[in-house]
């Protein structure tokens, strides 16, 4: 419990010196999560240049919201991951309806959509992202790190143990014990 509290507070303490314009500061937050939010934006915008674009976009967007942040609503992970992928979101939905205005512009058919639409599928998905990142976060402390590291960080769980200076055996069934959690949670609420 305190090593989640002594977290808190340097995460509150490096995002207060991001608020305030810290080039350091900034480059510490670069430096934590560039690479996860470089894996998102891989994964969602159609090119690499694109992907990079999008990153720096979203660490403007970091520091210009950086005041908001508050550790006691969520951990620094997640609430990069939020605003990441509400960018990516966001960014994707402005592309798309440029593409659609400049096909009516120059008076091309536009093609029939074979499923349902993308905006009520894309806000389910957002939903069921923040169901998950909700659960995530219930979980017990290490359960939630070795979680959020693995899954949303990228990390071996090897690199996790090492970080956390904990055994990989350990790191290893907290792993499986959140997943289970995980399931259960997410069959109760079918279930109901």
Same mark, same amino acid.
């Given at each position: 419990?305190?090593?989640?509290?002594?977290?808190?507070?340097?995460?509150?303490?490096?995002?207060?010196?991001?608020?305030?314009?810290?080039?350091?500061?900034?480059?510490?937050?670069?430096?934590?999560?560039?690479?996860?939010?470089?894996?998102?934006?891989?994964?969602?915008? $159609? +090119? @690499? =240049?694109? #992907?990079?674009? *999008?990153?720096? &976009?979203?660490?403007? /967007?970091?520091?210009?919201?950086?005041? %908001?942040?508050?550790?006691?609503?969520?951990?620094?992970?997640?609430?990069?991951?939020?605003?990441?992928?509400?960018?990516?979101?966001?960014?994707?939905?402005?592309?798309?309806?440029?593409?659609?205005?400049?096909?009516?512009?120059?008076?091309?058919?536009?093609?029939? $959509? +074979? @499923? =349902?639409? #993308?905006?009520? *599928?894309?806000? &389910?998905?957002?939903? /069921?992202?923040?169901?998950?990142?909700? %659960?995530?976060?219930?979980?017990?402390?290490?359960?939630?790190?070795?979680?959020?590291?693995?899954?949303?960080?990228?990390?071996?769980?090897?690199?996790?143990?090492?970080?956390?200076?904990?055994?990989?055996?350990?790191?290893?069934?907290?792993?499986?014990?959140?997943?289970?959690?995980?399931?259960?949670?997410?069959?109760?609420?079918?279930?109901?």
């Amino acid at each position: 419990m305190a090593a989640s509290r002594e977290q808190e507070n340097a995460d509150l303490a490096l995002m207060r010196r991001v608020a305030a314009s810290e080039e350091a500061a900034v480059a510490e937050l670069y430096d934590r999560f560039g690479s996860l939010v470089y894996r998102m934006a891989y994964q969602a915008m $159609p +090119t @690499r =240049a694109e #992907a990079e674009d *999008a990153v720096q &976009e979203v660490f403007v /967007r970091l520091w210009r919201t950086a005041h %908001r942040f508050d550790p006691k609503r969520a951990a620094l992970v997640t609430w990069v991951m939020l605003i990441s992928r509400r960018h990516l979101v966001d960014k994707l939905r402005r592309t798309r309806a440029r593409v659609k205005a400049s096909s009516l512009d120059e008076g091309t058919p536009i093609p029939a $959509p +074979t @499923r =349902a639409p #993308a905006a009520s *599928a894309g806000l &389910e998905h957002d939903e /069921r992202f923040g169901t998950l990142i909700e %659960r995530i976060n219930a979980l017990p402390e290490l359960q939630r790190l070795v979680v959020t590291r693995a899954y949303l960080g990228g990390q071996t769980l090897r690199q996790i143990g090492e970080e956390l200076n904990t055994p990989l055996g350990t790191v290893k069934s907290a792993l499986s014990r959140a997943l289970v959690r995980l399931r259960e949670r997410s069959g109760e609420e079918q279930a109901t």
